[in-house]
């Protein structure tokens, strides 16, 4: 099974966002790595650095001298293969859980909720899947092989959109959000969807996108790399139900694997039957005294990034940046307004209708939290601001449409 993230269009695109304009190196001890040195010391970074969702490796021979080489996130689980070493030693630091869904567990998508789920949860998943396909014309599609790239910007550009504002709401910050990194994951994503190796897996409310997942394929296993919905369909759990469609899609097409890859979070502990690690490796020449001092130094270093992720420094930390990031064009928020539901059509003669995308987007979550509640399709809902009173919005349901 090829690693898509030591493919040489992962390799190339990331040298070009990441690379510093650095030659990127290969070494005779490594058969599949290729490295990129640190600015001061000679400590060598692998190519991708934090940027892949896992990778494996080979060491076919020794004459490290005294460099020190630094692998990121190499998956402790059986679906790695581990690293020979020949005459040389590695330290290994762990630092994030990863999770996955092994779907060979299972005999099909039935098998898999029945056995995963309780059934009071799968009763929800249907409940929740009817209200919101009652309410909005929703349908799922998996973008691979071909896609045109304005169609491909466009949905990268609502992508982005949906992100910011799903964490402007959480009040951190997000790595993928920065400048830099989007723009790499947006042209990496294109170049290996062209090759069938990736895929843009889109939950559309008619020809909105209000789910994004972005995924690396690597023979039959999914890699989750992004993902995201629009909080704004949150009472009816559209992460769940995106996600619901795409283990359905990934059963479809024979995918043996679902990896949600690296970082702790609620949903990846609910969906994945298979928990594991991410380490990063240190290889040193343990007769060298300066590298197995710089070996030494780099371990103690993500030793204590990791204790203080277990203390959660790193949380309080998104949290400030957020604050602060320059750049992050926050999604425009009103709270100071109130919405009004009315029952009869004599009650809004004197108000003015309005067009819910055309600057109204901080009514719609309540709007569609009325509508779960109402099941009404949202070809129903007219909405309506008064001419007197600033900020008193009215939402009519025409039962009779």
């Given at each position: 099974?090829?690693?898509?993230?030591?493919?040489?269009p992962?390799?190339?695109?990331?040298?070009?966002?990441?690379?510093h304009?650095?030659?990127?190196?290969?070494?005779?001890?490594?058969s599949?790595?290729?490295?990129?040195?640190?600015?001061?010391?000679?400590?060598?970074?692998?190519?991708?650095?934090?940027?892949?969702?896992?990778?494996?490796?080979?060491?076919?021979?020794?004459?490290?001298?005294?460099?020190?080489?630094?692998?990121?996130?190499?998956?402790?689980?059986?679906?790695?293969?581990?690293?020979?070493?020949?005459?040389?030693?590695?330290?290994?630091t762990q630092q994030y859980?990863?999770?996955?869904?092994?779907?060979t567990?299972?005999?099909?998508?039935?098998?898999?909720?029945?056995?995963?789920?309780?059934?009071?949860?799968?009763?929800?998943?249907?409940?929740?899947?009817?209200?919101?396909?009652?309410?909005?014309?929703?349908?799922?599609?998996?973008?691979?092989?071909?896609?045109?790239?304005?169609?491909?910007?466009?949905?990268?550009?609502?992508?982005?959109?949906?992100?910011?504002?799903?964490?402007?709401?959480?009040?951190?910050?997000?790595?993928n959000?920065?400048?830099?990194?989007?723009?790499?994951?947006?042209?990496?994503?294109?170049q290996?969807?062209?090759?069938?190796?990736?895929g843009?897996?889109?939950?559309?409310?008619?020809?909105?996108?209000?789910?994004?997942?972005?995924?690396?394929?690597?023979?039959?296993?999914?890699?989750?790399?992004?993902?995201?919905?629009?909080i704004?369909?949150?009472?009816?759990?559209?992460?769940?139900?995106?996600?619901?469609?795409?283990?359905?899609?990934?059963?479809?097409?024979?995918?043996?694997h679902?990896?949600?890859?690296?970082?702790?979070?609620?949903?990846?502990?609910?969906?994945?039957n298979?928990?594991?690690?991410?380490?990063?490796?240190?290889?040193?020449?343990?007769?060298?005294?300066?590298?197995?001092?710089?070996?030494?130094?780099?371990?103690?270093?993500f030793?204590?990034?990791?204790?203080?992720?277990?203390?959660?420094?790193?949380?309080?930390?998104?949290?400030?940046?957020?604050?602060?990031?320059?750049?992050?064009?926050?999604?425009?928020?009103?709270?100071?307004?109130?919405?009004?539901?009315?029952?009869?059509?004599?009650?809004?003669?004197?108000?003015?209708?309005?067009?819910?995308?055309?600057?109204?987007?901080?009514?719609?979550?309540?709007?569609?939290?009325?509508?779960?509640?109402?099941?009404?399709?949202?070809?129903?809902?007219?909405?309506?601001?008064?001419?007197?009173?600033?900020n008193?919005?009215?939402?009519?349901?025409?039962?009779?449409?």
């Amino acid at each position: 099974m090829e690693n898509p993230f030591k493919s040489e269009p992962f390799i190339s695109i990331w040298a070009k966002h990441f690379g510093h304009e650095k030659d990127i190196l290969s070494f005779s001890c490594f058969s599949d790595l290729r490295f990129l040195k640190t600015k001061f010391l000679p400590i060598y970074i692998n190519a991708g650095s934090t940027n892949t969702k896992g990778v494996d490796y080979t060491i076919v021979g020794g004459g490290l001298g005294n460099k020190v080489f630094l692998v990121y996130d190499v998956p402790d689980n059986d679906c790695i293969s581990p690293p020979t070493v020949t005459g040389l030693k590695i330290i290994k630091t762990q630092q994030y859980p990863g999770f996955l869904i092994d779907l060979t567990k299972f005999s099909g998508f039935d098998d898999f909720l029945v056995k995963q789920f309780s059934k009071k949860t799968r009763y929800k998943f249907k409940t929740n899947k009817k209200r919101l396909e009652s309410c909005f014309s929703i349908q799922h599609k998996m973008h691979s092989n071909a896609i045109d790239k304005k169609e491909y910007d466009a949905l990268f550009s609502c992508f982005k959109k949906l992100l910011l504002k799903r964490f402007d709401n959480k009040k951190i910050s997000n790595n993928n959000l920065d400048s830099k990194e989007w723009e790499f994951y947006k042209e990496l994503g294109y170049q290996l969807i062209l090759k069938n190796e990736a895929g843009l897996f889109v939950t559309y409310n008619g020809k909105t996108p209000i789910a994004l997942s972005l995924l690396c394929f690597a023979g039959q296993r999914a890699i989750d790399v992004i993902r995201v919905f629009d909080i704004d369909f949150a009472k009816f759990r559209l992460g769940s139900i995106s996600l619901n469609a795409l283990v359905e899609w990934c059963f479809n097409h024979q995918m043996n694997h679902l990896d949600f890859s690296k970082g702790l979070f609620d949903y990846k502990e609910r969906w994945s039957n298979q928990q594991y690690h991410f380490d990063y490796h240190i290889i040193y020449n343990p007769k060298k005294i300066i590298s197995i001092t710089l070996a030494a130094f780099v371990k103690n270093y993500f030793d204590l990034k990791q204790f203080l992720r277990k203390k959660e420094v790193n949380t309080y930390f998104h949290k400030l940046t957020h604050k602060f990031r320059i750049g992050h064009l926050r999604s425009e928020k009103k709270t100071d307004f109130k919405l009004i539901y009315v029952d009869n059509a004599e009650k809004v003669d004197h108000l003015l209708p309005i067009d819910l995308d055309k600057g109204y987007d901080f009514l719609k979550k309540p709007i569609y939290d009325l509508l779960y509640n109402k099941q009404k399709p949202i070809g129903h809902a007219q909405v309506y601001r008064s001419p007197e009173q600033q900020n008193h919005y009215y939402l009519r349901l025409d039962f009779h449409q």
